[in-house]
């Protein structure tokens, strides 16, 4: 057999790296290419090295713009500058050029940086890594005594790579991990932290790549730990007064809550979020004197320092919310109605909510160093005397220190201003994260009785001040109205019936319920009322249901309860028809609503037939159970199918207590 004829698989084949790009359809993105695109990209590859520099400056000035952006990545400006700008002779040029790719990153969804990572962008930032590091530790060529100019090309440099390390970071986990096993990569962040050269700007920016990297990271976090300089500079860091004590705040918050260092439970009486909060608070205090001076860079601009302060504080609400759960000092939630052995009877009872002792974990064994020992007594020797403090340090300064000034930032004021809306935002979300924790508190032992009078009339200055105005102003805003909304059944939750509200401000939470409703409605693309989204029971309708349950219970007035009571059957006779999560959250709210026959309301749930209307419902209710397709609606589905179970329990065990 003669041999075959070798394959040119080349011959008449173009590059198919360097494929030609069509030209958009749009007239106007078609000229934006010819006049601004085309001539930057065609500069950016020139031999001569004065135009690449000019070009990937120009580059980097017309990112943000969309039209911009989105040409150049059509005419593959990433594969340009992996190839060309990042290893060009120029320092200037591929300074622009880790610019160009961090702000793209900046911009684009997380889809830019997991394709950055696919194609390896990692060892590049490496390499680079070491190039900086080679110039910071040069003795021959020292970085004060280099010219200026040079001096801001290099921290120029660093921060475009510790930025696009952090926007790499969060996009992916699988990144994240892979970051953190460079430890070029991490030990150089750590370093950067080491040298008073630094510019504070970047000094910002590697604390805010680290409190990305070691959220829920064990690994790296016990590195820290382990490294006694490290936590040692992080602890420093936190006292300078500006954003970055913030941030270093944060990377601390990370720390601690993932070592599980909540309050007394931690290697040293200062490692823990108690230690933050006033560092938080002094700084969200300083940033609200000066907020209507913002411009300046990231290191001095106050809403943004606000709005860092006002994260992590939320964040250490939700930390200390998991911890008192993980203690099992919390108040139970409704969890059914059990059926009793059978040699009891049939009677039905309620569980009782008694008091459990807190679990107290056994201290750590991680040594702090004498140095680090002393840092902390410094900042905890001022703590307050008062008993709840010492308790529960974390919690009393949420309540007591942060709130209050976080209202300042929660005014509806703000809201005619639309660059403090975000603020706002921010300020609720923290509230709403403390009030969640308060309410998960159980205070029927005494000890907290302080904390918990200063938090009553707290609450009702939050209701008073935040709630009442965004109720009385009929808001179109659906986001406004659904953080206001989740605020109110927080607080309602914390205070159990005994929040004093406005005239017809119940029916405010009817109305937008019904809003959200018609909103649902008028969407064709939101799902059925039996295959409800992932978070079914995040959504508006949920929200306002909860509200109106928590403000029904005892002591509440026996007209409100009535009004709620009657509107929360309303919802359940429209099954199957109402959204799955609405019924199931309602049914729960009347479980804890007429839960004993000692409440007042009990005679609202006879005289007013809601016996009569939940027996009609039970069919109902199971015909829109059996609706859910459990496959894709998992959680959905099991709540339902408890929620059927303790109805018809709950008949039960109603008509067994009026009888008895």
Known sequence: MGKSKPRNRNKSRADPVSKTVKPPSDPELAAIREKKILPCIQDLQSPDLKTRSAAASAITNIIEDTKCRKLLLREQI?????EQTLTDSSLETRTAGWGILRNLALEEEADFCIHLYRQDILTAIEGVVKSIIE????????????????????WTLTGSIVNLLSSLAEAQEEITEAICKRSTIIDFQFGLLQIEIVPDEVDYEVLSCLAVLTEDNKVLVQQIVDTAEWLKKLMQMKDLGDIR???????LHNVFTTMQW????????????????PVLVDSMKLAQAQSNSSNGHATSNPDQILQLALE???????????????????????????DKPE???????????????EEKEESDDDEIDPEMEADMDRVTRDAPDDEDADDQPTLDRLVREAVPTIIISAQLLQQSNPEKEALQSHALAALNNIAWTVSSVDFSSGHLDSLERFWTSLA???????ITPVLASNTADIELASSITSLAWALARSRKG???????????????????????ETNKDEKSSAGASPDAFQGLGVKCIGVLGRLALDPAPVELNREIGVFLLTILSSAPNAPAADVVEALNQIFDIYADKSYACDAVFWSDGFFAHLEEILPKARKLTKAIDKRKHEELRARADEVLLNLGRFLKYKKTEKSS
């Open 460 to 466: 009702q200055r939050i209701w008073n001040e935040i």
């Open 343 to 357: 040699e009891a009877g049939d009677e039905m009872m309620i569980e009782d909510e008694g008091d459990e002792e």
């Open 135 to 154: 110039t910071i530790e040069s003795t021959e060529h020292p970085v004060a005594k280099l010219p200026t100019a040079q001096q801001t090309l290099l």
């Open 312 to 338: 992590i504080t939320a964040s250490i609400a939700t930390s200390l919310q998991e911890a008192l759960e993980h203690g099992n000092s919390f108040e139970k939630e409704f969890e059914g109605f059990e």
């Open 262 to 277: 909540f309050d007394h439970n931690t290697p040293h009486a200062g490692a823990s979020d108690a230690t933050l909060l």
């Open 498 to 520: 005994q929040l004093q509200i406005q005239p017809e401000e119940q029916r405010k939470f009817m109305a937008l319920y019904q809003a959200s409703r018609n909103l649902e």
């Open 245 to 251: 004590a913030v941030a270093a705040c944060g990377v």
């Open 78 to 82: 990433v594969r340009i500058l992996l």
